[in-house]
């Protein structure tokens, strides 16, 4: 990753991005309105996002971009904004 930005906030639906070999989840994303994906980076707070897959939150922290265009986020705080989304 390269190019550290400074604090941002992002609004989004929390979806899974890695699960171990039991099919459990194991890492989060955040998918915006505007269809970019912020991967996040594990943390205290990645584990509690965990907790709200399907949940539209708005994220903090610090945003990375990598070489290869893919973004990853660095959360400092997230307040949940909705309910799980319906799954059809």
């Given at each position: 990753m390269d190019n550290l930005m400074s604090e941002q906030r992002i609004e989004g639906i929390i979806i899974p991005s890695n699960w171990d070999e039991n099919g459990l989840i194991t890492g989060v994303?955040?998918?915006?309105?505007?269809?970019?994906?912020?991967?996040?980076?594990?943390?205290?707070?990645?584990?509690?996002?965990?907790?709200?897959?399907?949940?539209?939150?708005?994220v903090s922290g610090k945003i990375l971009q990598g070489l290869d265009e893919s973004l990853l986020i660095i959360v400092s705080s997230y307040r949940k904004i909705t309910e799980p989304s319906e799954v059809t």
């Open positions: 994303s955040i998918y915006t309105s505007d269809e970019k994906e912020y991967l996040v980076q594990p943390s205290r707070l990645s584990k509690e996002l965990l907790n709200h897959v399907h949940h539209m939150v708005e």
